[in-house]
C-alpha cells in the first residue's frame, strides 16, 4: 500500500491530527501531532488493510544548532522529532511517522516534552522509549518502566541533546 | 605390623600405641601417594582425552612430549595461588570443607583390593563400607556451598545435595547384584567368585547384572559429580557451583577428592562387575597354578598381575568418564532427579527382583555349567545375612 | 505461602510441584558470569531453582556510538560500527555502507556486489558458528564450542588475506570495498567450504539431534510468533517461531536487489519441515522454542555456503572494478534515510539525518540484538535456573550491538 494510502486511510479516521509530511522523500514519512501518537499507532496495527504488526525503531532528533553563528542562518526551528519506523509483515508495506515535539516542555529549560508511550500497542516500544528517553530526554506519559536504560541511573543529562555537556567527572573518573 | 614393630622396639605395653601409630601413618602415607598419583594421572589424562576430543593436542611442554609433568606444574601453580576466604563466609566452615569431600575419598581406597591379596585393609562388609563412605563426600560439598556466603555456591549445594543422596539409592541398589550373587559383602570374595574366563564376570553373569552394570555407571558418574552431571558446579548456570568462591590449594582438594572419588568409583565397579583383578582370560590361573601357590615370589607375581589388570580395567573407567564428560550436554537438575527415581531406581529394583529370581530358577546358569562361586540364591541370602550380622 | 504470579491461591485443582514455595532469592546473574554472552546483567528472583522473574540489566558496553557518528563523517563512522556486532563485522560494515548508499543513490558496480554478497555470507557463517558453539557451551558441552571455533577461525584467516583484520574489518565500505581479493584466494575459500560442509553434520550429531540437547532446548523458552513480532525480534528469532521473514528476500528494495539473482532458501519451518539438507525436527519441539531458534541458524549456515557459493561463480565472471569509495569528507545531500540489513543476529537498522553537510546531524542504530533481548523477560518467566542460560544462548546477543 503507498503512503498515500495510508494517509488516506488516517486522515478519515484523524482528521486534523495527521498531516501530510514529504512523500516524495527516500523514505517518505507521516506527521502526527503527539497527542493522538498513541492512537494513530494503534488504529495502524489493528486495521485489517494496515496491519502493522512490527515496530522497528522509534528514534529522536535534536534540532538544535549550539554555535551561535550557525544557528542564525540555521535552516530549521529548535525542535525534537520523533521517528517511528513501522512495518507490516503480513502486508508488505513500510510507514514512517514523524512527530514534532517542543525542545523543553513549555519552553522551561529541564522539563522533557511529553508524548504518549505505544508501549502497550508494540512492546517493542518498552525498551525504545527507554532509550530515547534516557539519551534524547522524552518523556512517555504511561510507560510502564520508564527508567534509563543504557546510561547508568545516576547519570544527568540525556548525550543525544545537542547541547549535552558531557560531565567532567563521574564518581571519581575522570570523564573529560 | 604394628604388633612386629613394637616386639623389634621392645615397647612396654602402655607404649604400644606408638607402634600403631607409627604404622597407621606409614600406611597413610603409602594409600595417600597412591592416591595423588592416581588423581595426577587422571588429571592429565582428562587433559590429554580432552584435547584429543577437541582435535587438538593437550599439554606437550611440561616434561616432554606428552606433558607428563602437567599435574606438577598445575599443583605447583595452585600452590602459590593466594588463598582467598570471603568476607561474609563462614570462615571455619569453610576452611574445613574441603577435606571433608576428599577424606572419605580417601577412606574408600583402605577397603578397596588391588588384587586378591593387596588390600590396605580386608573387611568382610568393604562393599558396605564403601558405599557409606562414597556417601559422606557431599557433606564436604554441601558444607562448602553453604559457607561460601554466595548465592551460587548454596544453589550447587542444593543441587549436590539432592541429587548425590537420589543417586546413593540406585546404586546401592545395583552394587546389590553382585553382593547377592556372591554370597558376600567381602570384596576380595566377591573378585575371587568372577575367576576364569570373561564370562564368569558378574557383568555377563545375566541379563539383569548386565542391566544393573550399566545403572552402577550413570549412577557412578552421576555420583561423583562427573559431567554430564556436574549440575553442582555448572559452569554455564551456577558460575561454578559449590567451589566458587575457592581457589588456590582448597579448591584444588576439591578437585582431588572428584578425581579420586572417579578412580574409587572405577575400582568399586571393576570388583562388583568387571571381575576385579581376574583377566578376562585366565593366564594367572595357567601360569601361578591355584591361588593357593606358596612360593613368595610366585605370589608376588600373581598378586602384580592382579594389580596391573585392576589398574588397566580402572583406567579404562575413568578414561570412558572422561570422554563422556568432553561428549555430552549437561542435563537440567529436574531432569536429572527424573531420570534418577523414574528410571534408574525402578530399573535397579527390577533388576535386582530378576537377577534374584535368575539365580533361583538356574542355578547352574543357562547352560548348565554352574557358576564356581554363586551358590544358590537361597543359600546366598542366607550368607549375606549372617555376614551382616556378624561383621 | 506466596502467591505465585497467575495462580489462584484458592484454586485448589492446579495442584503442581511448583506449588511448594520456600523463600525467594535475589541472584545476580552477570555481569562477570560465564554464560551471559559478555556484560549482561540479569537479576533472577528465584523461589529454590524456579525463576520467577528475570530483569535484564544492560548498558555495561555503552559507548554512545550514535553520538560519536554525529561527529565523524560516514567513511569514519564505519570502524565503529565493526565494534557493534563485533562478531559480524562485514555485515555492519554492510548494513552502514549501503544506508549511506542509499542517501547519496549509489549503486556499486556488478562484482563488488558478488563480493560483498561472498563476504557478508562467510561472515554470518562465522557469526552462527560462535553462536552454536557457545550454545553448546551454555548447555554444557565444551567440545562442539572447539569445533565451531576451528571453522571460524578458517574464516578468519581468509579474511586476515583479504583485509588485514580478523575481527574488526572496516572492509566494506560506502562505494565498494576497500580492497579486491588477492590471488588464489577465491581456491583457498572454496577448498574450506568443501571441508566445512561436512562438519555440519558432525555439529548436528553432537548438538541439534543429541538426546539430552533436545531435552533441554525443546520446549524451553517458547516464543509464540505473536510476542515475537509484538518485541520486534528478529532475524533468526523470528524465524525460529516460524514467521517466514528475511530481509534478505523481503527487506527494502535498495538492499534486496543485492540478492536480486541468487537462489536461497528462507530458514523457516514450513509445515515441520525445514529446508534440505537438515536432520528432521524432533516431536519434543515446539515451534518457538530454543531448540528451533537454534535450528534456524544451522539451517541458515547451509543457505549461506550455497550463497557463497554462487558468489564465487558470479564474482569470477563478472567484469569490471569493485566501486571506488566515496571521498572521506564527502558531502551527503540532505535528507533522511533508514535501512535495515538481514545481520546474522537480526535486522540490523541504520538511520542517518543529513543536513547538506559531510557530518550527519544524527545517526542511529537501531540493535537487533536489543530488540531479541527485550523478549527476555517474558521467556524466563517460571523456567528453571539452568533454563536462563540455555534462553540467553538461543538468543545469540552480542553485548556490543545491544548497548551500542
Known amino acids: ?176 | 605390623m604394628a604388633q612386629w614393630l613394637s616386639d623389634w622396639l621392645t615397647l612396654s605395653p602402655q607404649w604400644e600405641w606408638v607402634a600403631y601409630l607409627t604404622v597407621a601413618l606409614l600406611q597413610a602415607v603409602i594409600l595417600l601417594a597412591l592416591v595423588m598419583t592416581a588423581v595426577a594421572l587422571a588429571t592429565w589424562a582428562e587433559r590429554k582425552v580432552a584435547g584429543r576430543i577437541q582435535d587438538r593436542l593437550g599439554p606437550t611442554r611440561v616434561g616432554g612430549r606428552f606433558g607428563w609433568l602437567q599435574p606438577l606444574a598445575d599443583g605447583l601453580k595452585l600452590f602459590t595461588k593466594e588463598d582467598l576466604i570471603p568476607a561474609n563466609a563462614d570462615a571455619v566452615l569453610f576452611r574445613l570443607a574441603p577435606y571433608l569431600s576428599f577424606a572419605p575419598v580417601f577412606g574408600v581406597f583402605m577397603a578397596l583390593p588391588f588384587s586378591d591379596g593387596w588390600v590396605a585393609h580386608h573387611f568382610n562388609t568393604a562393599a558396605f563400607f564403601i558405599l557409606a563412605v562414597l556417601g559422606l563426600e557431599v557433606f564436604g560439598i554441601i558444607l562448602g556451598g553453604y559457607a561460601s556466603g554466595s548465592k551460587w555456591s548454596l544453589l550447587g549445594g542444593m543441587r549436590e545435595a539432592a541429587q548425590v543422596v537420589s543417586y546413593e539409592v540406585p546404586l546401592a541398589f545395583s552394587a546389590m547384584l553382585p553382593i547377592l550373587l556372591a554370597g558376600t559383602m567381602d570384596l576380595v570374595a566377591i573378585g575371587e567368585a568372577q575367576r576364569g574366563w570373561f564370562w564368569n564376570w558378574f557383568v555377563f553373569h545375566d541379563p539383569f547384572t548386565f542391566v544393573a552394570f550399566w545403572i552402577y555407571v550413570i549412577c557412578a558418574v552421576a555420583g561423583t559429580n562427573r559431567a554430564p552431571f556436574d549440575l553442582a558446579e555448572a559452569e554455564s548456570e551456577l558460575v561454578a557451583g559449590f567451589h566458587t568462591e575457592y581457589s588456590g590449594f582448597r579448591w584444588s582438594v576439591f578437585y582431588m577428592g572428584e578425581y579420586a572419588a572417579m578412580a574409587a568409583v572405577c575400582g568399586l565397579g571393576v570388583v562388583l562387575f568387571l571381575g576385579g583383578w581376574n583377566g578376562p582370560i585366565p593366564v594367572a590361573e595357567w601360569l601361578f597354578g591355584p591361588a593357593s601357590s606358596t612360593s613368595p615370589i610366585v605370589n608376588f607375581l600373581s598378586q602384580l598381575l592382579g594389580a596391573v589388570n585392576f589398574i588397566i580395567k580402572c583406567i579404562i573407567g575413568v578414561v570412558f568418564m572422561i570422554s563422556l564428560r568432553w561428549t555430552l550436554p549437561r542435563p537440567r537438575i529436574d531432569q536429572v532427579m527424573s531420570m534418577c527415581w523414574k528410571y534408574c531406581f525402578p530399573l535397579a529394583a527390577l533388576a535386582f527382583l530378576g537377577a534374584t529370581l535368575w539365580v533361583l530358577m538356574l542355578p547352574d546358569g543357562l547352560l548348565g555349567q554352574g557358576h564356581p562361586k554363586a551358590s544358590t540364591c537361597e543359600q546366598s541370602v542366607m550368607v549375606t545375612v549372617e555376614r551382616i550380622e556378624t561383621p | ?404
Not at chain 1, 488516517?10 to 523514505?27: C, H, M, N, Y
Not at chain 3, 535484564?56 to 561527529?71: D, N, S, T, W
Not at chain 3, 565444551?142 to 578468519?156: G, M
Not at chain 3, 534456524?296 to 569470477?316: N, P, T
Request: hydrophobic share 40%; glycine share 8%.
Open chain 3, 1 to 404: 505461602m506466596n502467591v505465585i504470579p497467575g495462580v489462584d491461591p484458592e484454586d485448589f485443582s492446579v495442584t503442581s510441584e511448583t506449588e511448594v514455595r520456600t523463600e525467594e532469592l535475589l541472584i545476580n546473574m552477570g555481569p562477570q558470569h560465564p554464560s551471559t554472552h559478555g556484560v549482561l546483567r540479569v537479576v533472577l528472583r528465584t523461589d529454590g531453582e524456579l525463576v520467577l522473574e528475570a530483569i535484564p540489566h544492560i548498558g555495561y558496553l555503552h559507548r554512545c556510538a550514535e553520538k560519536i557518528g554525529e561527529k565523524v563523517t560516514p567513511r569514519q563512522f564505519i570502524p565503529y560500527t565493526d565494534r557493534m556486532d563485533y562478531l559480524a563485522g562485514m555485515n555492519m560494515n554492510l548494513g552502514w555502507a549501503l544506508t549511506v548508499e542509499k542517501l547519496l543513490g549509489l549503486e556499486v558496480p556488478e562484482k563488488a556486489r558478488h563480493l560483498r554478497v561472498l563476504i557478508v555470507e562467510l561472515n554470518r557463517i562465522a557469526s552462527h558458528l560462535v553462536a552454536a558453539g557457545t550454545y553448546g557451551l551454555d548447555l554444557g558441552s565444551f567440545t562442539p564450542f572447539v569445533y565451531c571455533f576451528r571453522e571460524r577461525e578458517k574464516i578468519l584467516n581468509l579474511f586476515e588475506a583479504v583485509c588485514g583484520a580478523r575481527l574488526t574489518y572496516s572492509y566494506i565500505t560506502v562505494g565498494g570495498l576497500m580492497a579486491d581479493l588477492p590471488s588464489g584466494w577465491l581456491d583457498q575459500c572454496e577448498a574450506f567450504l568443501d571441508q566445512f560442509e561436512p562438519v555440519i553434520d558432525d555439529l548436528h550429531d553432537l548438538l541439534s539431534v543429541n538426546h539430552i540437547f533436545v531435552k533441554r532446548t525443546a520446549g524451553v523458552g517458547v516464543l509464540s510468533r505473536e510476542l515475537a513480532v509484538d518485541y520486534g525480534c528478529t532475524g533468526p528469532v523470528l524465524r525460529g517461531s516460524g514467521v517466514d521473514w528475511d530481509l534478505r528476500r523481503d527487506g527494502d528494495p535498495f538492499y534486496t536487489r543485492m540478492y536480486r539473482d541468487y537462489d536461497f532458501e528462507v530458514a523457516v519451518c514450513r509445515d515441520g519441515k525445514y529446508p534440505q539438507p537438515s536432520p528432521p525436527v524432533p516431536t519434543e519441539a515446539v515451534l518457538g522454542d530454543c531448540w528451533h531458534r537454534f535450528f534456524v541458524r544451522m539451517v541458515e549456515v547451509v543457505q549461506s555456503v550455497r550463497l557463497v557459493r554462487q558468489a564465487i561463480e558470479k564474482y569470477r565472471l563478472a567484469e569490471g572494478d569493485i566501486g571506488q569509495p566515496i571521498k572521506l569528507n564527502q558531502k551527503l545531500p540532505p535528507g533522511e534515510v533508514y535501512l535495515e540489513t538481514e545481520c546474522p543476529k537480526g535486522q540490523m537498522g541504520f538511520m542517518i539525518v543529513s543536513l547538506g553537510e559531510a557530518i550527519p546531524w544524527r545517526v542511529r542504530a537501531r540493535s537487533s540484538s536489543f530488540c531479541n533481548l527485550s523478549v527476555l523477560p517474558e521467556l524466563c518467566r517460571g523456567c528453571l535456573v539452568a533454563d536462563v542460560p540455555a534462553i540467553v544462548g538461543s538468543l545469540d546477543i552480542v553485548l556490543g550491538e545491544v548497548d551500542r
Open chain 1, 1 to 176: 500500500m503507498s503512503i498515500e494510502e495510508i494517509f488516506q486511510h488516517l486522515q478519515e479516521k484523524f482528521g486534523e491530527a495527521v498531516r501530510p509530511g514529504d512523500f516524495t522523500s527516500i523514505d517518505p514519512w507521516i506527521e502526527v501531532g503527539p497527542e493522538a501518537i498513541a492512537d494513530v499507532c494503534r488504529f495502524l496495527r489493528d486495521n485489517p488493510a494496515l496491519r502493522f504488526e512490527m515496530l522497528h525503531c522509534i528514534t529522536a532528533v535534536d534540532y538544535l544548532e549550539v554555535d551561535e553563528k550557525k544557528a542564525a542562518k540555521a535552516s530549521f526551528v529548535p525542535h525534537l522529532e520523533l521517528i517511528y519506523h513501522l512495518s507490516s509483515l503480513t502486508l508488505r508495506h513500510r510507514v514512517t511517522l514523524k512527530v514534532m515535539l517542543p525542545r523543553w516542555r513549555d519552553d522551561h529549560p529541564g522539563q522533557l516534552p511529553r508524548v504518549p508511550t505505544v508501549s502497550n500497542v508494540w512492546k517493542t516500544a518498552l525498551w525504545h522509549e527507554r532509550e530515547v528517553y534516557d539519551l534524547s530526554g522524552v518523556e512517555f506519559v504511561g510507560h510502564p518502566d520508564l527508567r534509563r536504560i543504557l546510561c547508568p541511573e545516576d547519570w544527568v543529562g540525556h548525550p543525544l541533546r545537542k547541547d549535552y555537556q558531557m560531565p567532567i567527572e563521574y564518581h571519581g573518573i575522570r570523564a573529560r
